[in-house]
């Protein structure tokens, strides 16, 4: 399978492009419409189709019962915590740490979301007029597909073209890593895209302490992104001679991190950097504090984990869509370098794999140095390297690409579940839906209930409490435990059947735990409660 997906797609794909582009090159005349609809129409076209795409699956996902603790219910559960505070001071303290009963990723710290995320002051807010997690979802979809706009202006300014702007937006649409950002359970990293890309816009017409501001916004989003706004900020001094503006505030970036990430993120005595990196970055950690033995280990595996097959699929994913040219403007691929490094060199697989959110920060400097190199490619090889030819044909293999690799319809994915997994159509259709909401209403409202679920069995009944685990996770105090033994078998948030069913046996056998629902797989649990309790 793997094969297919990244040897014969690609090559088709390729050959495919090649030959429109060659098509198209013989035939060019500059053109104002695309297939006599005008570029601006069409865009809008793209962005409503992009979005009813996109709302309509996360939104179908949430309310079918197949979306996720991790990190959907997380963030979920974060943002009703600050709409629940009744100060604007407790309201920044659940912003800031998500408040030290946020617990789905209570397995190594006692608060989950373990990122410095002020954004979610504002969802706080919207959630006391409607507490539900498809005010995320949405402006998740929301925040991906208004990428287009600033990737359309990107195109249509370096070629002083509107309909090359067209086309770059529809080879946007196409791109894998856009598709997978904005089809995630919520995750806070896609907003990098739309403010990175608007960045480049900026500085694309010289006004760069704005394009500064807005990068530096992704990093309230998510502590990791002001690396990304450092980044960006050698991207000023090197392409732009912004040099004194470039590296000020490629050094506020850094300072802000590492006060943010080893210093306010702090529990126990323990930073979350430190946390992060003993977790993740073992090799580095050897290389860095270790003796010479473990230095020595830490510079061989620092090295082996740079080649693994996955993460060579990893940016054979991100950078054979756009043929590798991105690679011939290194200067616009500055800002997505820490992203490109936490993926190679961490130990998480996670960080490593199209279908995560850690793509999201490299999608716009990726734009934006494919642009640049068309553009160079253009005045070496004048009009046999016209911009619209090449975005064309780009866009064809992208397709091809997206057909192979992405997450929605357009993709075999979604039709096909021995390729699609949880992207197939399956997860988007009711699966004992009634049986599911029967079982969640025995579960009290009450906030202070301990609630206990399986990884993708997640609502916002069960979500909207202080305490809030993924299976196992507090077996040990949970009021209420909730299970579909016919899902994934989750153990937190990896299938592990045969741990799975041990637990499950040992609570069907717990004295501490009564079964209340059975029915169609799905089994609801409650604490017997101790005697003179309550």
Excluded at 362 to 374: I, N, Q, R, T
Excluded at 522 to 528: G, K, Q, S
């Amino acid at each position: 399978m793997q094969l297919v997906r990244y040897l014969l797609i690609p090559l088709t794909g390729l050959l495919a492009g090649w030959a429109v582009m060659q098509h198209m090159t013989r035939r060019m005349t500059p053109a104002e419409h695309i297939g006599g609809i005008a570029p601006d129409r069409l865009l809008l076209v793209l962005i409503a189709i992009a979005f009813v795409t996109m709302g309509g699956m996360v939104a179908a996902r949430y309310l079918t019962w197949h979306s996720f603790v991790f990190d959907l219910g997380s963030y979920d559960q974060k943002a009703w915590l600050v709409a629940e505070e009744s100060t604007l001071d407790g309201m920044l303290q659940q912003t800031y740490k998500g408040g030290v009963r946020l617990s789905p990723c209570g397995i190594a710290r006692l608060w989950g979301i373990c990122h410095f995320q002020a954004t979610f002051l504002i969802f706080g807010l919207l959630y006391r007029a409607w507490d539900s997690p498809l005010i995320l979802l949405g402006f998740q979809v929301l925040l991906v597909v208004s990428g287009v706009i600033p990737a359309y202006l990107l195109a249509r300014d370096e070629f002083n073209s509107p309909v090359a702007g067209t086309v770059c937006a529809a080879l946007y649409m196409l791109y894998p890593a856009v598709q997978y950002n904005g089809v995630l359970d919520f995750r806070p990293d896609h907003v990098a895209i739309p403010i990175l890309l608007w960045a480049y816009v900026l500085a694309q017409r010289g006004r760069y302490p704005i394009a500064l501001g807005v990068a530096s916004l992704a990093g309230f989003a998510k502590d990791t992104l002001f690396l990304n706004f450092a980044f960006f900020g050698l991207y000023l001094a090197l392409r732009h001679r912004q040099r004194v503006l470039g590296c000020t505030a490629f050094a506020v970036g850094l300072a802000v991190f590492y006060v943010v990430r080893f210093h306010l993120l702090n529990f126990g005595g323990v930073s979350e950097g430190q946390f992060m990196m003993t977790r993740d970055f073992p090799d580095l950690t050897n290389l860095v504090v270790g003796d010479t033995p473990e230095m020595v280990r830490g510079v061989l595996g620092s090295v082996l984990n740079l080649i693994q097959p996955h993460k060579l699929l990893y940016l054979a994913a991100l950078f054979v869509p756009l043929a590798f040219l991105p690679l011939l403007a290194l200067p616009e691929l500055l800002p997505a370098i820490p992203s490109l490094a936490i993926s190679l060199l961490s130990v998480n697989i996670e960080h490593a794999s199209i279908e995560s959110q850690y793509s999201a920060s490299v999608v716009g400097p990726a734009f934006a140095a494919l642009l640049v190199s068309v553009a160079a490619l253009g005045r070496r090889f004048g009009p046999r390297a016209a911009p619209v030819p090449i975005l064309t044909g780009l866009a064809v293999l992208t397709a091809f690409m997206s057909f192979g690799l992405g997450p929605t319809p357009l993709s075999i994915n979604f039709w096909s579940r021995t390729w699609g997994g949880r992207w197939h159509l399956a997860q988007y259709l009711p699966d004992r839906q009634q049986v599911l909401e029967r079982a969640a209403r025995l579960v009290p409202t009450d906030p202070h209930v301990v609630v206990v679920t399986q990884n993708d069995v997640n609502s916002k009944r069960l979500a909207h409490r202080f305490e809030f685990f993924a299976f196992p996770n507090a077996l040990e105090r949970a009021d209420y435990v909730l299970l579909d033994t016919r899902r994934q078998p989750y153990v937190y948030w990896t299938p592990d059947p045969r741990r799975y069913q041990i637990l499950v046996n040992g609570l069907m056998v717990d004295p501490a735990y009564r079964r209340i629902f059975n029915e169609e797989g799905v089994l609801l649990f409650e604490r017997r409660r101790r005697v003179g309790h309550p």
